[in-house]
Structure formats: structure tokens, C-alpha cells
């Protein structure tokens, strides 16, 4: 079946269109009869399938529909409003789809470190996993995939909020109910997370799914088919479709600058954004691992005003940068949470690491530590080891001998 849109008298219309419908009259392609029971497609006539990037596995084709018979979704005219629902669950969709590839490249990255071997100097050799250049980089990459996979889950908790809605918050652990906004607020937010997860995670794991191919050198540029479980490259390929269907990054940021000057529901969607992001300027002096003077709420109310004060017309032109600061203040807010609940020193490490990159500097001869104070080479391998694997003791490295 399928759910699409067709001009009618009235405007834009949605419809419910299966893909094949009833007839006794129905022959094989031998000419014999299919019987009462005979099907054939619904007015859709493929003209060629399409070569693409990626996605092979995926069938894409030329269509073209001629006396299809649909059933009309909703009011004539409300197309738009009637399959927003639908594309609310397949942004959505894109934006977890986008976090699984990072996961499944980082996995790969981290097992292939454990074994391959490169060369230490003086005829020394070692592990990739020994590599403390190699393991800062890795680090940095898991840090930054663990603040995307937290705004996309923090996205679909708003939408199974707003399914199922909570009547309070007693139940929940106190992290959780920090973030957790009021019943009120939940479609507001909903309206404008969705278009912004679906831009700013999508955009961002294709660069950090090339790194994850990078981190494999010369193999992670093989379409490694008869290797299936190294064969990043496709993966890659696949996740760069994230960004263009379901709206390009460029449409999702219009649509969630119109969302937030809407006459409307735009007020609505501002307070309830304000409500999560403004009241975060105690939250330095709580984490060891914010020292720095760059709060969510700081980012937040900049945007805020010139949203408030701008018209959607001025701001057009601004609505990427618009997304991306207003994105990077709640993985901010949601880093920070998890660094609490966590307690640990691994998970405020994350937020240090995203600190720094948020403000633009760097951390030379640092080990992103909340301090900012210089590390040893060890102090700083060990802790990087603690992102990536888990441990602060380093991963288990197999014994086994590189065959490249």
C-alpha cells in the first residue's frame, strides 16, 4: 500500500492507494486466466528502474500512474496536515536509521583496532588499540555518536509521549525527569525536535561514518563483499540517502523555522523550548566536566531573540545555523543528564570532549578532562580506552597477528 499526495479541486489531498486491486478478468503473462481470485497492479506502470549511490538493495523506480483508484485520507485540500503524522515516524525513522550505521562503523573501527598492527618505530610494532592517536580519535568520534544517539532517543521519548502521555513524573529516576517536559509542552516540542533530529543527526553521521571508514585506511575503502561484516563503505553509502529523503537539510530547517513563527503553535514551541534550555545556567557549576563559561541556555536565548524579533523572511537565510545551535544546546542539556545519572568518569569526559568542540578550541596535549589540565601519554590512553571500550584498563586485545 501506499500514502500519497494528488492535486484536486480543492488543493493538495492525501490518499491511501494499495499497490494492486481485484480483477476476476486478470491473465498471466502466458495469457491464462487468474480466476475470481486474479490481481494486477493498481494503475502503476513501472517505465525503468533507477542506478543510485546507495541503497542497492532497495528497488528505486520511474513510475507512472495512470487510473490508479485511491481512497481520500483526512478533508480535501489537507494533504500536508493530514501525512505529517506519517512523516513525523519516518524522520524519525532516518534519524535512528542514521545512529545504526554509526554504531555498526564504530564497532568494526573498535574490533578492527584490536587487531591490526602497524608499525612503533625502531622496529617496533603494536596495536592500533595501543595507538594513542588512534584511540584520541576514536574517542572523539564515540563521543560525539553518543550525543547524537541521545537526541534521537530523546526524540522518539517525546513521541511515544505524546501516544501514550504520563499523567506525572513521580515514577520516573530524577535525570529522566529533568528533561521529561510537561504534558503541554510534549507536542509543541515534538513539532520542532522532529525536523531537527532528522537534520542535524542525519548530516552529521556521514562524516562520522566516513571517519569510521577511514579508521580501517585502504580497507575500509573496499567494497569488501565477500567480507560483508568490514564493508563500511556501503554502509556509507547507504547512510548518505539519510540526509536527502524525508526532506533535505535545507527543507528541514525552513519547515523548523516555520514551525517556530508560526502564528499559531509558534509561540507554543518557543516556551516549551525555553522551558527545556533556559533554566540550564547552574549546570557548570554541578559538572566537574563543565568548566567552561558556554551553557545551552547561553545559545538558547541568542537564538531566541533573533527568532523573536526577526521575520521568517529575514531569517530564512539563517534557519541551517538556526537548527544546528538550537541541536547542539539540547545534546548539550541531554549530555549533561546522562553524565549525572552515569556518575562516571567516562560519561563527563563526553561532555568535556563535546564542551570543547561546541566553543571551537582545542585540546592540545589535553586529555578533554574536566580540569583541562596536561595528561601523560598513559593517563590519556587509558581514559580514551574508557569512551571506546568501556574500561579504563583498555580493551582485550586479541594476540592474533595482522594479516595486512
Given at each position: ?97 542514521a545512529v545504526s550505521y554509526v554504531g555498526r562503523g564504530l564497532a568494526i573501527a573498535r574490533a ?151 502564528p499559531k503553535g509558534g509561540q507554543e514551541s518557543i516556551d516549551a523550548l525555553d522551558t527545556l534550555?533556559?533554566?540550564?545556567n547552574n549546570w557548570p557549576q554541578v559538572a566537574e566536566a563543565s568548566s567552561s563559561a558556554w ?110
Amino acid at each position: 500500500m501506499s500514502v500519497l499526495l494528488a492535486r484536486t479541486q480543492n488543493g493538495i489531498s492525501a490518499f491511501y492507494a494499495p499497490m494492486r486491486r481485484h480483477d476476476p478478468s486478470a491473465k498471466t503473462m502466458i495469457g491464462k486466466s487468474k480466476g475470481t481470485g486474479g490481481m494486477e497492479l493498481n494503475g502503476v506502470r513501472i517505465q525503468r528502474l533507477k542506478n543510485k549511490f546507495g541503497t542497492q538493495s532497495l528497488p528505486t523506480a520511474e513510475l507512472e500512474l495512470e487510473g490508479m483508484r485511491g481512497w481520500l485520507l483526512g478533508k480535501e485540500g489537507r494533504g500536508i496536515n493530514e501525512i505529517s503524522t506519517i512523516l513525523t515516524l519516518t524522520r524519525i525513522h532516518s534519524a535512528v536509521g542514521a545512529v545504526s550505521y554509526v554504531g555498526r562503523g564504530l564497532a568494526i573501527a573498535r574490533a578492527y583496532a584490536k587487531v591490526r598492527q602497524v608499525g612503533a618505530g625502531r622496529g617496533k610494532r603494536m596495536l592500533l588499540a595501543e595507538s594513542p592517536l588512534h584511540m584520541q580519535t576514536l574517542a572523539d568520534m564515540t563521543a560525539e555518536y553518543h550525543g547524537l544517539m541521545l537526541l534521537t532517543f530523546f526524540t522518539s521519548y517525546l513521541l511515544g509521549l505524546d501516544e501514550h502521555p504520563q499523567t506525572n513524573k513521580s515514577g520516573l529516576p530524577s535525570a529522566l525527569a529533568s528533561i521529561t517536559p510537561d504534558q503541554k509542552h510534549i507536542a509543541p516540542l515534538l513539532r520542532v525536535l522532529t525536523p531537527l533530529c532528522k537534520a542535524y543527526v542525519c548530516k552529521k553521521s556521514i562524516p562520522l561514518l566516513y571517519s569510521c571508514m577511514e579508521a580501517l585506511g585502504g580497507v575500509g575503502y573496499l567494497v569488501n563483499e565477500e567480507t560483508e561484516y568490514l564493508n563500511i563503505s556501503r554502509i556509507y553509502r547507504d547512510c548518505c540517502v539519510l540526509s536527502i529523503w524525508e526532506g533535505t537539510t535545507d527543507v528541514l530547517a525552513t519547515d523548523f523555522l516555520r514551525a517556530l513563527k508560526h502564528p499559531k503553535g509558534g509561540q507554543e514551541s518557543i516556551d516549551a523550548l525555553d522551558t527545556l534550555l533556559g533554566n540550564t545556567n547552574n549546570w557548570p557549576q554541578v559538572a566537574e566536566a563543565s568548566s567552561s563559561a558556554w551553557t545551552p541556555s547561553d545559545s538558547w536565548q541568542s537564538v531566541k531573540t533573533g527568532v523573536t524579533r526577526g521575520s521568517q523572511e529575514d531569517l530564512v537565510g539563517d534557519a541551517r545555523s538556526i537548527l544546528w545551535t538550537v541541536a547542539e544546546a539540547l545534546t548539550g542539556v541531554l549530555l549533561y543528564a546522562d553524565a549525572s545519572r552515569d556518575g562516571s568518569e567516562p560519561a563527563f569526559d563526553i561532555l568535556s570532549r563535546y564542551r570543547i568542540r561546541t566553543r571551537g578550541e582545542t585540546s592540545v596535549g589535553r586529555a578533554a578532562k574536566a580540569s583541562d589540565e596536561p595528561q601523560g601519554s598513559k593517563e590519556r590512553l587509558a581514559r580514551n580506552h574508557a569512551i571506546v571500550y568501556g574500561r579504563a584498563g583498555g580493551p582485550e586485545v586479541s594476540p592474533a597477528l595482522s594479516k595486512l
